[in-house]
T-cell receptor
Framework: RKEVEQDPGPFNVPEGATVAFNCTYS??????FFWYRQDCRKEPKLLMS???SGNEDGRFTAQLNRASQYISLLIRDSKLSDSATYLC??????????FGPGTRLSVLP | GAVVSQHPSWVICKSGTSVKIECRSL??????MFWYRQFPKQSLMLMAT?????????EQGVEKDKFLINHASLTLSTLTVTSAHPEDSSFYIC???????????????FGQGTRLTVV
């Protein structure tokens, strides 16, 4: 089993749609969680950290369920510019980041 | 956010030659740098972790004699692909972090990536 797994995708949604990405991780000792966004042929960029209480940043909402070892990202009112690959990233304390395989999103006009 | 500069952004080289990729942290001291490789439509795979002033730790299956990593200062790490072959063609990305004290657990900052094509 992979350490971090994500929805296989791709997700093709119309502008304005709400889309949710799911991620599960296997290492119960993981302590930090992030969503990164990667555009084609570019480096990953931090979208948001994920906190136990859940957190929201504009149209983006991230949630963490430690008991189920599950992380989610919700994007509301999708924009064309949201088209990218979304990477779930998990880290144990002070250790390396482990990247999920990513879920590709295409927002269509 | 912090800035990590990676150079070159792309390189084409002949099979059998060596290529050096630089990763610099511009506005913070990176105690640890990570080197990743990403093949098309795949996720980032960690190749090695380097701590300033010590030898790099390589992931299983990564040849340390082929991918030479040097992390001589807190702001610079280099990855040298020696005797490159077409199968080494990939997108290489570095990541820098300051893992001292309260900085542990914080986000990583990535270089812009280097697209290597070996012909």
């Amino acid at each position: 089993r992979k350490e971090v797994e994500q929805d296989p995708g791709p997700f093709n949604v119309p502008e304005g749609a709400t889309v949710a990405f799911n991620c599960t991780y296997s290492n119960s000792a993981s302590q930090s969680f992030f969503w990164y966004r990667q555009d084609c042929r570019k480096e990953p960029k931090l979208l948001m950290s994920v906190y136990s209480s859940g957190n929201e940043d504009g149209r983006f909402t991230a949630q963490l369920n430690r008991a189920s070892q599950y992380i989610s990202l919700l994007i509301r009112d999708s924009k064309l510019s949201d088209s990218a690959t979304y990477l779930c990233v998990v880290m144990s304390y002070g250790q390396n980041f482990v990247f999920g395989p990513g879920t590709r999103l295409s927002v269509l006009p | 956010g912090a800035v990590v500069s990676q150079h070159p952004s792309w390189v084409i080289c002949k099979s059998g030659t060596s290529v050096k990729i630089e990763c610099r942290s511009l506005d913070f001291q990176a105690t640890t740098m990570f080197w990743y490789r990403q093949f098309p439509k795949q996720s980032l795979m960690l190749m090695a972790t380097s701590n300033e002033g010590s030898k790099a730790t390589y992931e299983q299956g990564v040849e340390k004699d082929k991918f030479l990593i040097n992390h001589a200062s807190l702001t610079l790490s280099t990855l040298t692909v020696t005797s490159a072959h077409p199968e080494d063609s990939s997108f290489y990305i570095c990541s820098a972090r300051d893992l001292r004290g309260s900085n542990r657990g914080t986000e990583a900052f990535f270089g812009q990536g280097t697209r290597l094509t070996v012909v």
